[in-house]
């Protein structure tokens, strides 16, 4: 069975620019989340979606970023403009209902560099 | 929301139980306890999750006291592969996961 996949792996960029993460869940979850993990820190959850609709956003800095999951599979999470802040390891995770009914899977994250 | 304090780090001894303990004294009725480790580098894993009964798979065993204010994770005989950081973590709210800063797990050979 395949995990979730994300990409990039890695990101470098200067601050004030955008950045965007991609995240394929695995095949047939309907709940979506996005983390942010900084170093030396546990995850934080920045959104949460079950299919196409937000469940939780109440983390996520909205004056940058944002997040989408058209379609109910796929979801980019992304940062316009980046802060020095924002370098962390972004973690994508799905599972198949909400937390209570199962695991979360997690990607192997995106890590970013904001100079 | 229900928070979880861990020791910041432990050591264990190649092939001996590994006993990673947990306090949740504000833990809801309803509130599930799970258990994730982060390996380097890698996306968190999960281990196993209860509510008020003990519970064990093939990675690990969850023991849950009575009053469910703290709980212990036993991995039965640690190898190199399980150093790593572990996360105790009470379900808060609905639907999200507090991570906390985990225990540093260290086995050493």
């Known amino acids: 069975e395949a995990g979730v996949a994300q990409s990039p792996r890695y990101k470098i960029i200067e601050k004030r620019q955008s950045v965007a993460f991609w995240c394929n869940p695995i095949?047939?979850?309907?709940?979506l989340y996005w983390y942010q993990q900084i170093l030396g820190q546990g995850p934080k959850l920045l959104i949460q979606f079950q299919n196409n609709g937000v469940v939780d956003d109440s983390q996520l800095p909205k004056d940058r970023f944002s997040a989408e999951r058209l379609k109910g599979v796929d979801s980019t999470l992304k940062i316009q403009p980046a802060k020095l802040e924002d370098s962390a390891v972004y973690l994508c995770?799905?599972?198949?209902?909400?937390?209570?009914?199962?695991?979360?899977?997690f990607g192997e994250g995106s890590r970013l560099t904001v100079l | 929301d229900a928070k979880t304090t861990q020791p910041p780090s432990m050591d264990c001894a190649e092939g001996r139980a590994a006993n990673l303990p947990c306090n949740h004294s504000?833990?809801?009725?309803?509130?599930?306890v799970y258990w994730y480790r982060q390996i380097h580098s890698q996306g968190p894993q999960y281990i196993i999750h209860g509510l008020k009964n003990n519970e064990t798979n093939e990675m690990a065993s969850l023991i849950i006291t009575e009053d469910r204010k703290s709980s212990t994770l036993i991995l039965p005989h640690a190898t190199l592969r399980d150093t790593a950081v572990y996360y105790c973590?009470?379900?808060?709210?609905?639907?999200?996961?507090?991570f906390g800063t985990g225990t540093r797990l260290t086995v050493i050979p």
């Open positions: 504000t833990i809801s009725g309803n509130e599930y």
């Open positions: 995770a799905s599972s198949l209902g909400l937390v209570g009914t199962g695991e979360l899977f």
């Open positions: 095949s047939g979850h309907a709940t």
């Open positions: 973590i009470v379900q808060t709210g609905a639907n999200n996961l507090f």
